[in-house]
T-cell receptor
Framework: GIQVEQSPPDLILQEGANSTLRCNFS?????LQWFHQNPWGQLINLFY???GTKQNGRLSATTVATERYSLLYISSSQTTDSGVYFC??????????FGKGNQVVVIP | NAGVTQTPKFQVLKTGQSMTLQCAQD?????MYWYRQDPGMGLRLIYY???????DKGEVPNGYNVSRLNKREFSLRLESAAPSQTSVYFC???????????FGPGTRLTVT
């Protein structure tokens, strides 16, 4: 099945800083999603982005499908951005494979 | 709308005991999923149901069974719990297969 790798595994940010999280995947995808898990464990779907660029407030995501990677940008980070960001991808078999996540801590 | 609900929130079992984790969604979604999350890992798919009346194995189905009782409910059963099944279990639902829309709050299960 498809393999998903995320980097960096851990990131500490000063409030107000910008950051980029990377997701590499091993094969062509027909679905790629980014999720945020807050410190209390709740998972939220951020983006559905098998290709192209999308923006939602201070977050944006870009997927370059031909080069098999996706990037999640966090601008002007806030403490509420803390948590784990997961990338997940599928190659059409209805099964999303998750990466191990990017642990982000935003300090005031 | 309550979204996706899961019961119980916490559970401690002894090795060999059985239990059923319940999941329900009120968004009229066709697809429902069960994932497990272990420390330092991403989520791994246990079983999914593309529509009412169908279920399929995911990445880690051994030791589990599922029932899609109706369009709203998708339960996960551990017949004989093992310590390796200590994990946080998430249910999710979506309007279409292969896409994850909404997650439940999770069930933290400990098997001693």
């Amino acid at each position: 099945g498809i393999q998903v790798e995320q980097s960096p595994p851990d990131l500490i940010l000063q409030e107000g800083a910008n950051s980029t999280l990377r997701c590499n995947f091993s094969d062509s995808v027909n679905n790629l999603q980014w999720f945020h898990q807050n410190p209390w464990g709740q998972l939220i779907n951020l983006f559905y982005i098998p290709s192209g660029t999308k923006q939602n407030g201070r977050l944006s995501a870009t997927t370059v499908a031909t080069e098999r990677y996706s990037l999640l940008y966090i601008s002007s980070s806030q403490t509420t951005d803390s948590g784990v960001y997961f990338c997940a991808a599928s190659d059409g078999n209805n099964r999303l494979a998750f990466g191990k996540g990017n642990q982000v801590v935003v300090i005031p | 709308n309550a979204g996706v609900t899961q019961t119980p929130k916490f559970q401690v079992l002894k090795t060999g005991q059985s239990m059923t984790l319940q999941c329900a969604q009120d968004m009229n979604h066709n697809s429902m999923y069960w994932y497990r999350q272990d420390p330092g890992m991403g989520l791994r798919l246990i079983y999914y149901s593309a529509s009412e009346g169908t279920t399929d194995k995911g990445e880690v189905p051994n030791g589990y069974n599922v029932s899609r009782l109706n369009k709203r409910e998708f339960s996960l059963r551990l017949e004989s719990a093992a310590p390796s099944q200590t994990s946080v279990y998430f249910c999710a639902s979506s309007e279409r297969t292969g896409f994850l829309g909404y997650f439940g709050p999770g069930t933290r299960l400990t098997v001693t």
